[in-house]
């Protein structure tokens, strides 16, 4: 659980930074919540799907 709100705060975060930044070269507007619930949405979904396509490697023993 603790896993999963890591990475809603930090989508969060970096969702404002590079919203604000990409708002900021383009000329566009920039929304605070779109950018920052989108991002979090996004990072959600990449880290959970890689989680699952990824797994840990097996230990080994040894002798």
């Given at each position: 659980m603790a896993k999963q709100l890591t990475i809603?705060?930090?989508g969060f975060i970096y969702g404002e930074?590079?919203?604000?930044?990409?708002?900021?070269?383009?000329?566009?507007?920039?929304?605070?919540?779109?950018s920052g619930v989108?991002?979090?949405i996004v990072g959600?979904?990449?880290v959970n799907a890689l989680d699952?396509?990824?797994k840990a490697p097996a230990k080994k023993d040894h002798e």
């Open positions: 809603l705060v930090w930074v590079i919203g604000y930044i990409s708002a900021a070269l383009s000329g566009g507007t920039f929304s605070p919540l779109y989108f991002s979090m959600f979904v990449l699952h396509f990824i």
